[in-house]
Each structure stands twice: as C-alpha cells, then as structure tokens.
C-alpha cells in the first residue's frame, strides 16, 4: 500500500516537463535515452532547420527564463472548500477560486486540462496605476500566503521602475503559457487590453500560442466619445485579441441579424417570405472575363413565355440574352458557376436596370435560414460601452465608487456567443468583479444555455478608506463573489417578469438555470512538511506521526484528492455510511475515500461491495481500464500494520489494486 507524501507526484500538481518530454518521445523515440533528451542528437534530425540565438525572431525582456521556468514549476498547494460561502453548493457546477491565479491554474492543470473551450481575461493593462502582481520565483505559494494575510492594498508597477514592462510580461508569460494547456483543440482566448502592452501581448501571445493560431485583433468601440483627458487624440477603444489554441480545429460563429440587417430585406414574395435582391454578376477583383473564364456564360429570357435558364450558347431567337456586363461594358463574370445557377434557377430571376439600359439577374437572399453575421474587427456595439458596464453594476444595487469601471457584460456575452456551444466551460483568471459570471448565467438564461463559469481572483485587499471597504468589502474577491449572488438572483426575477407578462406559470426555470457557485480558496497542501530545523524536532516528529494538519477538515483533504487525481471540482460526490465509517464515492466508483480512523477489514469488505454495485459493467477488456477503481485511505487511520496490510489483500481479492494512503 503506497503512501502519498508531500514530495510524492500524486500530492502535487502536473509535472508539465515530464508530459513535454513525452510528447518529444512520441515525435523522436530516440532522442530520449533515460528521461533525458539528447540535445545533439535532437539537432542532428532537425537538421537545417534549427538557428542561433543571434539569428532567433524572438522578443526577450528581463526575466524570461525564470518566467518560462515558473510555468514548468509544479504547486504543493490545494483548494479548500467554503461551502458556507457558495450558493447552491450540491448542485451547482460554476467555480470560484480564490487565490493566485498563477497557482490555481497550476492546480487546474490535472482536471480542467483540455477542457476549457474559451478564456476570456482582463488583465491589469500597466497604466502604471493597476497592480501588477510579482511573482517570487522561489516560492511563489508562501510569498502568496504572506500577501494575501496582509489587510492592505498591493502595490502598483509604476513607471518609474526600471523593469516597467518587464514586470507585465514576467506576470502574463507563465499565466498564458498554463492557460493554454487548459483550452480544448478547437478552444480560444479572449484579452481585452489597451495601447500600453497590445504590441508586446500580441508577440507574446505569438509565442506562446503559435502566430498562425492568431485570429484577430478586434478594436473595442468601449468610450465612443473618446477620453477628453488625452493630449493629442481622444481614445475611443481597447483592443480585443484573440487567438485559437489549433486555427484548424476553431469553428468562429456569428451574430444575429441586427434591425439595420433585416431592413434591406424588403422584398416579399408570392408566400410571403422576405427576401433582398442581390446582383449575381461578381463585382471587385477578378471580375473580367479572362479573369475566371468559367463563371461566363448566358442567361436567356423569354418575355412571352417567361422561360429563364442558364446557357453556354448566345441563344438569339426571340430571346432576351443576358451577360454580366460590367459598367465601362466590359464582358465579367458571374458569382455562381453554371452547375449553381442550374440548380439553383428558382432563386434568381431577370430584372431590367433603367438606369445602366441593360438587363441583369439577381438572387432572391431570403431573410429566414440565412447564417449568422460575421463579426467584424470593430465592435462599435452600443452593449460594449464602458458606460453600460457601470450601469448594469449599479443596476444590482452597488454603489458606483465600490468597483471602478467594471467591464460590459455585453463583451463577453458577444465573446461568448462567437466561440462557445450551451455545455462549454469558460475561464476568467483576473474576474475582477466577476463581470464573466455575470455574462455567463445572463447568456445562459436567454438562450437556454448551460454554460460553465470557472471565475479565478486574487483576494486583494481594498485600501482602508475607500468606498468599498466603507461598504463591508475587505476585498476584491468579496465584491466579485457578491455581485455573482445578486446577479444570480435578478435573473430569475427577470425570468418570472418575462413568464408573467407572456401569461406563463414560473416553474422550474430557476432550477433549470444554474446560479449557483463553489467558492474555494488556494491555501497550502493538507499534507504537513518535514521541518528539518533542530528547534522543532518535537513538532516535526509529532507531524510524521499526524501527518494531515489539525486545522483541516474531511472535505479539505477529500477536495486535495480530487485536484491531485485530476477530477473536476464540480463531480458529484455520494457519502455513504459503510459499518459506521463514512465514505466517499465518486465518477461510479473510479475513486473511493475513507478518512476515518480505526479501519478494519470489514470496512475494505464493504467498500469492495460498494465498488462492485455502482461501477458500470465491463463491455470488453479494452474497457477495463474505465472501471479500474482507486482507495485512498488517511495513513494513520489503521490501528496496526496488521490490518493495513490485511485491508490491502482483501482489496485486492475483489481487483482493487490501486489502493494507497495520505
């Protein structure tokens, strides 16, 4: 029976070097001789295609060796559970996490890796008055435990520091780099940010992502009025950069038609369906004859008769003959090929034009099933104003001063819409007022959606004398966290207005609608340390002993397990009551746990029933590995040696042979 300790992988988060080389091992088995990598012989079949760093297109900036390499660094840390603090704790599958996001998302590495199908972040834009957090290389989880216990506001990375941007990049490199690894294949990022580091965002994100994963750079029409404080032009928007995690998998959606959209379908035909007229002859580039020698040919129209059909001939008898004839009457094209215009004859149709004294042939494009909109790279949408945004703060009943310029629900709703499907999961790592979740549960309620929100936030103090103190709100996180309740709830008021005024009952909507959220807190790891210090023998040997801390509950350790095995937080968890120990059980039994002290052999016995009622039935022995089932027992809650051992065999004899302590 193997025990976990603190040093032991299972008790921390995902060794991301040993999976880099692994994926190397199945690219070129023999560069890996041991675990290493054989450099030169890596080089030897790249051939030609490695360069020198004097050679190297890269952007460096003071930092960024240790940057990349925190990002490798694996977190001893956990996330403990404050069910006290979420709303709808049993069934709700939203998260909010606090604590540092570049911790957590080491933490969410195991569980969420490839699950997250969009990512939207606002991150601090170095205006030189936002904090920039500073990352202690060393140990970034004690530095965040030192900080976050501290009652004051962080500072801010002035311009005066001489590492001005270094300090963002150094902040935003490891962040993105963990992130990424998050996002499904066909999954995308969404950064809002402004002039100060857009030009070194996109470089880094070019890195990090793949410059042929870019998508866009989206200008975001947020102060369409402009700021009057600027000295030279009056800044009128942000930057929205997006990127795909693979170009090839993404699929972009659209947005519904807008009023001044369905206005030009002002065509009606014989069934009453609207439709717009479109010109079929191809206007631009490549609308010469020569230019596309297959998309010329004939329409003939006879007035008599009203025959119309396509024809590779020029057809003369008593017939209209109809070419694409450009306006200095030159001979173009058509935008259809002949096949197209064949098939698709009863959507188009023969019209005069007075004006030009020539006939032409137009395509019936009907208003219903047409495709959504494609987005365009400006966004001067009334719903991303920053203006609206401070509304819909206000419109929950906080006071203006309490939060400064929340970001529009608008934005991600439409960031939404564009990347995400009703089931995806989408992350925010700097929730700030926790906007995203907002955005989420609204989009949800309107399109009947079930969208997952993952919202990361450090829990930075608000100063002493400031308006969200005054207020009760000691903290950033206790801001983000409130207005998610009060969003939650003016939704579902929302909803039962909306099913009144239509003459409905409300009946389960608001069950339906998930509201709710799991708050967790990063802290360090359940799990004691060996203190090596001479002064402390006593405690460290008392710890070696009682090696989960006195301090942690059940549900503390039982959620450690979950993170370090790569469950999701949000996987429901079945508490049974096996001859008088509790249990729990989970994914249908592919993990089992029993922290409860004095174990006996009857309790594996019972366990082993447990597994046995609820795992679903092997289908074949390629499906084995799905029902393989794991125990995980507290290290000292066998009375002897005898019974531990006794317990394993018993395990083992029903095929339970992944059974270990902590």
């Not at 020569?290 to 119309?308: A, I, T």
């Not at 993170?563 to 059980?585: M, R």
């Amino acid at each position: 029976m193997e025990k976990i300790t603190l040093d032991h992988p299972d008790s921390q988060s995902a060794d991301l070097v040993a999976q880099h080389i692994e994926q190397l091992s199945q690219l070129f088995p023999e560069v890996i001789n041991e675990g290493k990598v054989d450099f030169e012989a890596l080089q030897d079949l790249l051939g030609n295609y490695t360069d020198t760093p004097e050679e190297r297109f890269q952007l460096n900036w003071a930092g960024k060796a240790q940057a990349r390499c925190e990002a490798q660094k694996r977190s001893t840390g956990t996330l403990r559970p404050c069910p006290e603090e979420s709303v709808d704790w049993n069934t709700t599958e939203n998260l909010y996490i606090e604590g540092d996001n570049l911790e957590v998302l080491k933490l969410l590495q195991k569980s969420y890796y490839k699950k997250v199908k969009m990512i939207y972040i606002d991150p601090p834009y170095n205006t030189g008055k936002d904090f920039v957090y500073k990352d202690n290389y060393i140990d970034n989880m004690t530095n965040y435990l030192e900080i976050s216990g501290q009652d004051r506001s962080l500072g801010t990375n002035t311009e005066s520091d001489g590492r001005y941007h270094s300090n963002w990049l150094n902040m935003m490199y490891p962040r993105l780099k963990l992130a990424r690894n998050l996002l499904t294949d066909d999954g995308v990022i969404f950064i809002s940010i402004d002039e100060n580091e857009f030009a070194n965002l996109k470089k880094v994100c070019n890195e990090i992502f793949g410059e042929e994963n870019f998508i866009a750079s989206i200008a975001n029409i947020n102060n369409p009025k402009g700021r009057s404080d600027d000295k030279y032009i009056a800044t009128a928007h942000e930057y929205i950069s997006l990127y795909a995690k693979e170009i090839n998998s993404f699929q972009m959606g659209g947005f519904v038609p807008t009023d001044e959209i369905i206005k030009r379908y002002n065509k009606v035909d014989t069934n009453g369906k609207k439709f717009r007229e479109i010109d079929l002859r191809k206007t631009g580039e490549n609308d010469l004859r020569e230019d596309r020698p297959n998309l010329f040919y004939y329409f003939v129209y006879n007035e008599q008769s009203g025959d119309f059909y396509p024809s590779k001939e020029d057809i003369t008898d008593n017939c209209i003959i109809i070419k694409p004839q450009r306006e200095d009457q030159k001979e173009g094209n058509w935008r259809w090929g002949f096949e197209t215009s064949e098939k698709e004859i009863h959507n188009l149709f023969p019209k005069y034009m007075p004006n030009r004294k020539v006939w032409g042939v137009f395509e019936k494009d009907y208003l219903e099933g047409r495709g959504a909109v494609k987005p365009t790279s400006a966004w001067t949408f009334k719903d991303v104003n920053s203006e609206r945004g401070t509304e819909q703060f206000i419109d929950l009943g906080f006071e203006k001063t309490v939060f400064a310029k929340p970001k529009p629900i608008g934005t991600v709703i439409r960031a939404s819409i564009l990347s995400t499907k009703i089931s995806d999961i989408i992350l925010d790592f700097f929730s700030g007022s926790a906007t995203t979740a907002h955005a989420v549960m609204q989009l949800n309620s309107e399109d009947g959606g079930n969208r997952k929100f993952i919202m990361v936030q450090l829990p930075e103090a608000t100063p002493e004398d400031s308006e969200a103190r005054k207020a009760g709100y000691k903290t950033i996180a206790e801001i983000g966290k409130e207005r998610i309740r009060r969003a939650g709830n003016k939704i579902i008021e929302e909803l039962k207005a909306k099913k009144a005024k239509e003459g409905a009952l409300f009946t389960e909507e608001h069950k339906i609608l998930d509201i709710g959220f799991k708050v967790f807190k990063l802290d360090s790891s359940n799990i004691n340390t060996w203190d090596s210090s001479p002064s402390n023998l006593e405690g460290a040997l008392y710890n070696s002993v009682q090696n989960i801390k006195s301090d942690r509950t059940e549900h503390d350790l039982l959620y450690e397990i979950l993170l370090k095995y790569g469950i999701d937080l949000v996987q429901p968890i079945n508490e049974h009551t096996l001859v008088g120990k509790k249990v729990y059980e989970m994914g249908a039994g592919a993990l089992i746990v029993c922290m409860a002290d004095n174990i006996k052999p009857e309790t594996a016995e019972a366990i082993a029933q447990l597994w046995k009622k609820v795992k679903p039935t092997a289908i074949d022995e390629s499906s084995k590995a799905a029902i393989n089932c794991r125990v995980v027992f507290k290290d000292n809650g066998f009375d002897d040696n005898n019974d531990k051992t006794n317990i394993f065999q018993i395990l083992k004899q029903h095929g339970i042979d992944n059974v270990v302590t902590i």
